[in-house]
């Protein structure tokens, strides 16, 4: 089992191996807890993850890797009027 020095200001390293078999990088954020005597750090988003959005996110970026974009439109009639296109049925039909 790897050690670590407490060092100035609280810091200690958390070893690489260890970094990388959590996934770990330089900015990530750890909850810190205590259970008896043992400090526990767990990895931690920010915001918690919503396995809805998480699904669209997965979604979208399967769409913008097939290709499956819209044009740019400056107003809402541009988007009804090519709503009414074959490029659009093609679009909603992700084929």
């Known amino acids: 089992m790897p050690l670590a ?3 100035q200001k609280g810091q200690v390293t958390i070893p690489a191996k260890i ?5 770990l990088g330089e900015g990530d954020y750890v909850e810190i807890s205590r259970e008896g ?3 526990v750090l767990t990895p931690k988003d920010t915001v918690d993850r919503h396995p809805v959005i998480d699904a669209a996110l997965v979604e979208g970026l399967e769409d913008v890797r097939a ?4 044009p740019p439109f400056q107003t809402a009639k541009e988007i009804a009027d ?3 296109t ?4 093609k679009f909603i039909a992700k084929a």
């Open 5 to 7: 020095r407490v060092k």
């Open 19 to 23: 970094r990388g078999e959590l996934g």
């Open 37 to 39: 005597s043992r400090i």
């Open 67 to 70: 290709g499956r974009l819209s």
């Open 82 to 84: 090519w709503q009414k």
């Open 86 to 89: 074959e490029d659009y049925k």
